[in-house]
């Protein structure tokens, strides 16, 4: 499996950097969740999770996705 670099826009994950798995086409899934580690305080089992959208390739074969909204903690288990 191939993977896309993404760059994550606005949101608690802002100008976060990561490699996710890319479509046969070579973009980023349409959507995508993250958890961002930072979120996770000691002892809680992790924090938000945050929906994030492809929006377009930029260069150097890196796309961003943008925040869309933040969904309380299991929400999305």
Same mark, same amino acid.
């Given at each position: 499996?191939?993977?896309?670099?993404?760059r994550?826009?606005? &949101? $608690?994950? +802002?100008?976060?950097? !990561? #490699?996710? %798995?890319?479509?046969?086409?070579?973009?980023?899934p349409?959507?995508?969740?993250?958890?961002?580690?930072?979120?996770?305080?000691p002892?809680?089992?992790? &924090? $938000?999770? +945050?929906?994030?959208? !492809? #929006?377009? %390739?930029?260069?150097?074969?890196?796309?961003?996705?943008?925040?869309?909204?933040?969904?309380?903690?299991?929400?999305?288990?």
């Open positions: 499996m191939s993977e896309v670099t993404v994550f826009v606005d &949101g $608690p994950a +802002h100008d976060l950097v !990561r #490699e996710l %798995p890319a479509e046969p086409d070579g973009s980023p349409a959507h995508w969740i993250l958890r961002h580690p930072d979120d996770a305080g002892g809680t089992g992790g &924090g $938000p999770d +945050h929906l994030y959208r !492809r #929006e377009h %390739p930029v260069g150097g074969g890196t796309w961003t996705m943008r925040f869309v909204r933040t969904y309380p903690v299991g929400m999305t288990e």
